[in-house]
C-alpha cells in the first residue's frame, strides 16, 4: 500500500508539473508573439518570426505550423497548431488569433497580453494547489506507514493475534479491508490530480 501511494502521489506531482510547465510554455510564446506584433507588419509574420524562440516543449507543433503556412492559411495552421498542443490555454490564445485574423482587430496586443497575464496566473493556481495538498499527503504517508509498522509488529511479536484471519472468515474481512484501502487510495489518486479544463476548440471543424 505504501508503494501504491508513493506511485500515486509521483504520478500526480509528475502530471501537475507537466501541466504547469506547459501553461508557463505558453505564456512565453504569447508573450513573445505579442511582442513580434508590436514589431511586425502582419500576423502571418509575426508568428514565423516566434519560430526562433519557442520554448522546448512547444517546439515541434510550432514547426508544424511554420511548415503549414507554406502551402496553407493562417488560420487552418493555427488550428493545427491548438490540435497539437491540446490545452484549452493554448486555444483561447489560437482562437485570438483566428478572430484577428479574419477581423483585423486593432486590440490584439492588449488581449495578448491579457492572456499571457492568464496563463502565469494558472502556472500558480497549479503550485498553490499542489503546496495545499502537501500536508494530506505527509498524514497519509504517517498513516499508511503506522499500519504497516503495526501489522509487522504483530507479526514479529505477538503472531498469536493474527491467528484468528487465518481462516476462512478471517481471509474475507482481510479482503475486505484491502478492498477498502484501495478504494481510499484511489479516491485519494482522483483528489490529488489536477484536473484540466475542456478545450474551447474541439477540432479543427470547430467554429469560433
Aim: hydrophobic share 45%.
Amino acid at each position: 500500500m505504501v508503494l501504491a501511494t508513493r506511485y500515486f502521489h509521483s504520478n500526480s506531482r509528475r502530471q501537475a508539473d507537466e501541466q504547469r510547465d506547459l501553461v508557463e510554455s505558453i505564456a512565453i510564446w504569447t508573450e513573445s508573439l505579442r511582442d513580434a506584433v508590436s514589431a511586425s507588419s502582419g500576423l502571418e509574420q509575426a508568428v514565423l518570426a516566434t519560430e526562433a524562440h519557442c520554448p522546448k516543449n512547444l517546439r515541434q507543433p510550432m514547426q508544424l505550423l511554420v511548415a503549414s503556412l507554406r502551402y496553407g492559411s493562417l488560420e487552418d495552421g493555427l488550428r493545427r497548431f491548438a490540435d497539437d498542443v491540446a490545452h484549452p490555454t493554448c486555444d483561447f490564445v489560437v482562437a485570438a488569433l483566428v478572430t484577428s485574423a479574419r477581423h483585423q482587430t486593432k486590440d490584439l496586443v492588449q488581449l495578448l497580453t491579457h492572456l499571457a497575464e492568464c496563463a502565469r496566473s494558472e502556472c500558480h493556481l497549479y503550485l498553490r494547489i499542489w503546496v495545499s495538498r502537501a500536508r494530506s499527503r505527509t498524514s497519509i504517508r504517517i498513516i499508511n506507514g503506522s499500519v504497516v509498522s503495526f501489522v509487522g509488529g504483530l507479526l514479529l511479536f505477538n503472531p498469536s493475534y493474527l491467528r484468528p484471519f487465518i481462516g476462512f472468515e478471517g481471509v474475507i474481512v482481510l479482503l475486505g479491508i484491502g478492498v477498502l484501502f484501495t478504494i481510499a487510495i484511489t479516491w485519494l489518486q482522483r483528489i490529488a490530480s489536477v484536473s484540466i479544463p475542456a478545450r474551447l476548440l474541439t477540432g479543427r471543424e470547430s467554429q469560433l
